[in-house]
């Protein structure tokens, strides 16, 4: 070949030169192409969306009951998207998916799928006997578990459903997409609606704590008992100390011990007062009675005072104004008369008898001031006793009141505690599993049958296989023309052999006209045979 040479005219020599190899290796792969698409099972695609919108964290403890003021949701991550994609194509879900359908009836294997079980009714025909009457009484004989007989079937069906289904999470988003792969559409559909609402039922199973009605009846037994036992001990404490609320009797208690001591600090005083008075009045009525006749009245006045108001003894005042008043007479007198005369001596007999009321009234009063000195001590002491009692009572009611405390945080405690169980249970019932206002999942685009199949579609097989069958027409008449070493054209002569070519004659063969019509199979027989 002349390096010089045109290739693309190089190209359509050996196009033309080989065309009916490169047509009939062409008809070929277009019968190949079209053909292929009858041949080819169909598969429908049946696609599914399910929404993961939070992660639901409990901020409850064991005193708090779980309601949704106690939960705190936050976007889920990365990892959480993960799992819950491992939760939807997990062989435990799927298995279980299809046995409910199986035994509903509603699940029929795949043509494929019993293609690939034809000898499986033969292999449980032998194995069964055989594990029954052989393997599994050697394994009783040597203490092992017997072998279970497995449906073998439905493990067959389970890895043939996980391989069709496809489960992802949608970059960037909280949105997880199942696509199935299904021969059946109808069968298909049902197969994913189920599936999604099992991973409902088996997520929520996962998030809540499943409390069974007996735990509950027990928790329940034990709350009852329990707190009668409590209220009861409450009760007891209240009657042994004869109070209903010892909080209040308390407060009471504490204002009564203040009056109390307002009052007795008045009282001491007026005891230390009394005390120092009466002192001074025995002192002065000791000095009358040694005074003498023309001395005066006695220098204490006997005023009392009550609340900041001064009462004074009128009959002492009295005797007292009387005997001055003698006294003057008397004095004056013994300027006139002799000191032995009558009238003079009557004036003493009167003074005398006078002075002698005087010191009696003033003794009575003594009297009087000490008995009410002995009042005085014994309303102290009665107070000084009182105020003991209340204070005694009030140790009582603060004990009393510090094991009601104890009583009442158990029983707070108890009443937390049952009203968890009893949240716990009512969440985890099954009337609440798939529309809980806590379930943080929701079906976003539910199953639809789909009308048309995904594999194969001719549209794109049949252009695909015809541009393939040319690609490999020409590649294969290139390889014939790599290998073909016979002269095609003059210039190969002179550059192989390095000869001048003299005379060259064409081929006067023509081609054969077709004579049929055209768009006939006829026409088109001829133009596939030339």
Known sequence: MNPKENYLHEFFRIFFANKQLVKRVFLIFAVIALILPLMLKQSFDITAQVIVQSKKLSQGDATTSLNQENASFIPPSLADMETESNILRSPGLIRETLSQMRENSEYTPPVSTFNKLVAQPFKDYVTTPIREHLINPVRNALGLETDPVRDTELDALTQQAMSDLKVETLPGSNVISIVNSSPDPAQGTKFVAALLQNYLVSRQALQSIDLPQSFYETKKMQYQVRLDGLEGNRLTLLEGVGSADPREEITFRLNAINTEEQA????????????????????????????????????????????????????????????????????????????????????????????????????????????????????????????????????????TQSKLRQMDTEIEALHAAFSTYAQRFAESSTARSLDNDLSNARILSPPFEPTEAAFPKPMLIIPLGLLTGLLLAIAFVYVREFFDHRFKHPAQITHELGLPVLLVINDQNVEPINPHKNWTVPRFAHWVRN
């Open 264 to 399: 007795l600090n008045l009282y001491q005083d007026r005891l230390l007062q009394s005390k120092r008075w009466l002192d001074y009045l025995k002192t002065s009525l000791a000095a009358a009675k040694d005074a003498k006749l023309n001395d005066y009245s006695f220098p204490y006045t006997f005023t009392t005072t009550t609340d900041n108001v001064a009462f004074e003894d009128r009959e002492v005042k009295q005797l007292g104004e009387l005997l001055i008043s003698q006294v003057s007479r008397y004095m004056n007198d013994l300027s006139v008369f002799q000191p032995g005369s009558e009238p003079m001596l009557l004036q003493r007999e009167q003074i005398t008898r006078t002075r002698g009321q005087f010191l009696k009234v003033v003794n009575n009063r003594i009297q009087e001031r000490t008995a009410d000195l002995a009042v005085i001590g014994s309303v102290i002491d009665q107070k000084t006793a009182r105020i003991a009692q209340f204070k005694n009572r009030i140790h009582q009611l603060q004990e």
